[in-house]
């Protein structure tokens, strides 16, 4: 996933002002860290949670974190890889799927013990990965504008789909009745796709958006959540494209993490170390609940809709490593998991 890594080695020696943090109304439900887990040293990216088995991912820069929230038990290479992208559950099956730019594949992997099925070649190096329950197949978003359409029972590429000319593909989404969203970052745009036939229905430009990465849709209200890297949150009309609201957030959000139960998106920013809670109870009802102090660096994470807790992998960061980017320092990666007062 992408970010600026100019903006955030700013941050990290001060030269930026810390941002300030709105103060929660009497109606805020309160998000604050009650715990941080432990977690060995590296980078990670795309988090998800299956609530069918109350089973916590992570991707990581070698492999698949799972903490188990049935049991309790933690395993932060639950499945070996390279240059983790996204990881998600397949509804209906105890599989699921991750996707490894380092070998441009996708592994299909036991939720219970981390047997992989089977490695999966890609043309494209691999990034975010929906599922989509119509055609019941897995849709893995590729860095050069190809979708790879995966059956997981033939465990097998069954179609291959060009949602745009050799441009990068970000964080997707599904409606579940036959569309599929995906952020396209270098045009600011959110692509919309008809899964049936497998075509672009739609190429949504979106107002003062840069970068666009993290995806939800919000099933109640029928809108897209597509957040733009410097700073806002854009509500589309899912249907039409239609831009019905642009919130303000932290600079430097990396996804939307949606809780479908509580009708709440949490954004958190890397950039300024916020975690931005939206209220989504309808087309026209879009608001900003809190913004809570969380940890620089803070970008993608996870909610477990049972009981509304949030989990944030983090870390303290040092010099810029010589590709350009921050290093986590040893020792100070972890997961801040965050709790609702109410």
């Known amino acids: ?5 100019t903006l955030f080695a700013l941050l990290l020696l001060g030269v930026l002002a810390s941002p300030s943090i709105a103060q929660p109304k009497a109606s805020a439900p309160g998000y604050h860290i009650v715990d941080r887990i432990p977690l060995t ?7 998800s949670f299956d609530a069918e088995h109350r089973r916590l991912y992570v991707s990581r820069g070698n492999g698949v974190f799972r903490l188990d929230l049935n049991s309790g038990l933690m395993d932060n290479r639950f499945v070996p890889g390279s240059e983790g992208r996204a990881v998600i559950a397949i509804p209906g099956s105890d599989l699921a799927l991750t996707t490894m730019a380092g070998y441009s594949s996708a592994i299909i992997f036991s939720g219970e013990d ?3 099925s089977k490695m999966i070649d890609l043309r494209q190096a691999s990034d975010s990965a929906v599922w989509e329950p119509i055609g019941k197949r897995v849709w893995v978003m590729g860095g050069h504008g190809e979708a790879s359409l995966i059956d997981p029972v033939s465990l097998a590429v069954t179609d291959r789909v060009e949602l745009t000319e050799d441009e990068p593909l970000e964080f997707s989404a599904t409606d579940g ?3 599929i969203f995906v952020n396209a970052p270098e045009a600011g745009s959110v692509i919309a796709v008809d899964a049936g036939s497998k075509t672009v229905i739609g190429r949504w430009k979106m107002k003062d958006c840069e970068d666009p990465t993290g995806m939800a849709y919000a099933a109640d ?3 897209v959540l597509s957040v733009c890297g410097n700073g806002f949150l854009k509500v589309l009309d899912a249907k039409t494209g239609a831009e019905l609201h642009s919130v303000p957030v932290g600079k430097g959000a990396d996804s939307v993490i949606y809780d479908a139960v509580r009708q709440r998106a949490f954004i958190p920013s890397a950039f ?4 931005t809670v939206v209220a989504v109870k309808g087309r026209n009802d879009v608001r900003v609940l809190e913004q809570v102090r969380a940890q620089i660096g803070t970008r993608t994470g996870a909610v477990d809709p049972k009981t509304g807790t949030v989990y944030l992998p983090a870390a303290r960061f040092g010099p810029l490593n010589k590709l350009g980017w921050p290093e986590a320092l040893p020792g ?6 965050l709790e609702p007062q109410h």
Do not use: I
Not at 332 to 337: S, W
């Open 114 to 116: 981390g047997k992989v």
């Open 177 to 179: 009745k036959g569309r």
């Open 272 to 275: 300024d170390g916020l975690l």
């Open 41 to 47: 040293d590296g980078w990670w990216d795309y988090a």
């Open 332 to 337: 100070t990666v972890e997961m801040l998991v």
């Open 1 to 5: 996933m992408r970010f600026s890594s």
């Open 221 to 223: 209200s029928d809108v």
